[in-house]
Nanobody
Framework: VQLQASGGGLVHPGGSLRLSCAPS????????MAWFRQAPGKEREFVSA????????YYANGLRGRFSVSRVNARNTVYLQMNSLKPEDTGVYYC????????????????WGQGTKVTVSS
């Protein structure tokens, strides 16, 4: 199974983007789908996660309120709506799927997408 992420791009500070992630096999099931990001020269960090049922959702400190994760069951697609973007949100955003019971670290995820680049700049 491959995860296909899309929706990145160049946006001005204060702008919005919506990222999408879908598995190559629509019948693929998981416990958690998450978004991580990696800025140049930094480690990959947790952004947000959503359970298979669509709730609960989890966010890194300081992102709840600006970012919103959701899932559309019929499409087996997870979205990350990012609003009020800041230059420090710049990075490559990866979606990942976990079949275990943990959701917060890179090691919890066995399936990864190829990443979609987000650049926030004026």
């Amino acid at each position: 199974v491959q995860l296909q992420a899309s929706g990145g791009g160049l946006v001005h500070p204060g702008g919005s983007l919506r990222l999408s992630c879908a598995p190559s096999e629509r019948t693929f099931t998981y416990n958690y789908m998450a978004w991580f990001r990696q800025a140049p020269g930094k480690e990959r960090e947790f952004v947000s996660a959503i359970s298979w049922r669509g709730s609960p959702t989890y966010y890194a400190n300081g992102l709840r309120g600006r970012f919103s994760v959701s899932r559309v069951n019929a499409r087996n697609t997870v979205y990350l709506q990012m609003n009020s973007l800041k230059p420090e949100d710049t990075g490559v955003y990866y979606c990942a799927a976990a079949t275990g019971t943990q959701y917060y670290t890179v090691a919890d995820y066995a399936y990864w997408g190829q990443g979609t680049k987000v650049t926030v700049s004026s």
